[in-house]
């Protein structure tokens, strides 16, 4: 994205879509680009940590899997995602036990409470 973002900037005509971390950590180098769209949820992007099998995989670490994705969705590790900042602009956004994606069909409420009935207990045990 960063050459994407580069190339865009050295072309009058250029447009481009891109993610709003890769934007903001070469923001100094991009003299001519202006954002034309952001905060819509068509352009949502949310990320996912997900334990690999250890049933499949038995050399993983499981355990320190789900004590890394407990503590990204704790409410220390959301306000975490949420203070994360490069010149001075917020990276990212906690979403964690938000259905806000539901409109695009990400995750249907059901989809997010089933998520949040296994992963809450899991937070709570690691992060109480």
Known sequence: MEATL???NNDPKGYTLTDRGTYISILDKLQFI???VENDKML???YSAIPV???IFPNVNYQAALKLIAYLCSPTGQQMVNN???NNLQ???ACYGTSNSTELGF???EQVAEYLNFWNPIIQLYYP
Do not use: A, Q
């Open 6 to 8: 580069i190339i865009t």
């Open 34 to 36: 202006t954002v034309l």
């Open 44 to 46: 949502l992007n949310p």
């Open 53 to 55: 099998n250890p049933h």
């Open 84 to 86: 994360y900042r490069k």
């Open 91 to 93: 990276m990212f956004f």
């Open 107 to 109: 995750d249907t409420d």
